[in-house]
């Protein structure tokens, strides 16, 4: 196997034995045929005239958001996958392609038992020039991330042909003979529509739920038996609260379902305990502690343990080998949590491992309603510089440092955050400055959008031409693919300037890196006095 991917990647090279994820080299091709498969289908489709096709776009949606990472561990899942995907593309075959034009992708026929010698054909390195890889490697994880992100929204009945269209176009440019400036220019074309899908994701959540409000959330526990869901998918837990409503059950909310209790719509059901635990890697003893049954709903599970491997289930895009599954919903209808309610009422109360609260709910809307309050603050001099600190956590020691920059940077500065980096420092006690709190968490990954919104706001407030001098600096984390688009929204944007940690991805070579410091000037993170310093400065 070779991945590299994710932040983790063994040595900051790639993972070559098993993923530091936790992944295995059979389920690691797997998932590489699947993105073969993946742009069999869109060769296809763009040959026949479907690149639009709403059946298509939710394939490939699904599909790639299924080889994100501490997604899909589940060899049978993916497996079922690939064939459906085959299944679609000879379909579309039907419709009149000629073979003789398409990618070895489109037309290869193999059995399942040639799966395993096709895998290890097709991975990343069956690129040979290894700029080329780095700059195919960020168009496809790129396009991971906006699947993502389609994917939420479509869950939600919001769809926009343009991005399947963007989608298949990206997908068949890695089977094209490209130039590193042809490939070079998709990439900031993904980070485009990067910014499309998050608004259009953002529209399907409000729509549906209303504005995100500031919320103080409670993080201690009740007397009553729970349900924890972890993930991202909103739709999932709005089908577990009306099922659970009068059972006697409480859910609580873990990781990134965190901004879960700010929509206004999930307010109303008094069962909705609060969030318990913390970032998604200390799942491992936090799922054991919770003592009830854990749904995860999309990214990110790590390997099970078997201090609750008979109580977790996944759903989605989510799943692990010896987990039950919870089947997708049919047209019109609602997934069936039952078993999942009936254990619960099995289960003892979770275990307090905090208490006390947080709060969160400064998503765009939000935000935009304290405007005049945070403008008088710039004005003042009271608030004298934002600090982004949005994106992922991890495992890495190194992260200490998101948490160090927030204790350390002065008490006249306010962090704006999205995503599950601000475990790192959203119950340190760091004040408000006039009212505001110093650490305003937007939400999920999904809701930079609302720090992109909010940017692009106070720009137009303050009458600057340019986004970059507004009194903003971006220090982000990342993590996965998600990560990835939302770094690509962000360049795409003309935001520069950024800090990127806690390393650099692997998958930039040092020409490619050195493409996006001179036309961005991306770094990496260093020290943290010398990089607060050059924050409060505008560097």
Known sequence: MFCYQCQETCKNTGCTVAGMCGKKEDTAGLQDLLVFAVRGLAAVAACNGKARDK?????????????????????????????????????????????????????WNGSIADYPAKAAEVGVLSTANEDL??????????????????????????????????????????????????????????????????????????????????????????????ILVSGHDLKDMEELLEQTEGSGVDIYTHSEMLPANYY??????????????????????????????????????????????????????????????????????????????????????????????????????QLTALA?????????????RFVVMAGCDGRHKTRNYFTEVAEQLPADTVILTAGCAKYRYNKLKLGDIGGIPRVLDAGQCNDSYSLAFIALKLKEIFGLENI???????????YEQKAVIVLLALLSLGIK???????????????????????????????????????????
């Not at 060899?75 to 398409?102: H, P, Y």
């Not at 609602?334 to 289960?347: G, H, N, P, V």
């Not at 005049?372 to 004298?384: C, F």
């Not at 020409?511 to 400065?537: Q, R, S």
Request: proline share 4%; charged share 20%; hydrophobic share 40%.
């Open 264 to 365: 206004p719509a999930f307010k109303k059901y008094a069962h909705l305990a609060g969030n318990y635990g913390n970032s998604w890697w200390k799942q491992g003893e936090e799922f054991a502690s919770f003592n009830g049954p854990i749904l995860m709903t999309t990214n990110c599970i790590i390997p099970v343990k078997d201090a609750y491997r008979d109580r977790i289930f996944t759903t989605g895009a989510a799943g692990y080998p010896g987990v039950k599954h919870i089947p997708d919903r049919k047209d019109g209808g609602s997934k069936d949590f039952s078993e999942i309610i009936e254990l619960a009422k099995t289960c003892k109360a979770p275990t307090e491992i905090e208490t006390g609260s947080i709060v969160g709910g400064f998503a765009h809307n």
């Open 468 to 478: 970059n001098d507004l009194p903003i600096s971006f220090d982000i984390a990342w």
């Open 133 to 226: 890889r780095s700059l195919r490697s960020l168009l496809t994880y790129g396009l991971k991330g906006i699947a993502a992100y389609a994917h939420h929204a479509g869950v939600l009945g919001k769809e926009n042909e343009d991005i399947h269209a963007f989608l298949v176009e990206g997908l068949c440019a890695l089977d094209k003979e490209l130039s590193a400036d042809e490939l070079l220019a998709l990439v900031f074309r993904a980070g485009g529509n990067g910014v499309r899908v998050m608004t259009l994701l953002d529209a399907a959540n409000t729509g549906a739920y209303g504005n995100p409000e500031i919320s103080e959330v409670n993080i201690g526990v009740g007397i009553r038996p729970g």
């Open 55 to 107: 059946e298509v776009g939710e394939l490939v949606t699904r599909s790639l958001f299924t080889t994100i990472t501490n997604a899909n561990f589940d060899n049978g899942a993916i497996t079922a996958l690939v064939r459906e995907v085959f299944a679609m593309r000879d379909r579309l075959r039907k419709g009149g392609s000629s073979a003789g034009a398409l990618p070895d992708c489109a037309v």
């Open 497 to 539: 300037g950024i800090r990127l940690g806690p390393t650099l991805p692997a998958f930039l070579t040092p020409n490619v890196a050195k493409i996006l410091v001179e036309k961005f000037n991306i770094k990496p993170i260093g020290e943290v006095k010398a990089d607060i310093e050059a924050m409060l400065t505008g560097k």
């Open 372 to 384: 005049d309050k945070i403008i008088e603050a710039v004005k003042s001099g009271a608030v004298r």
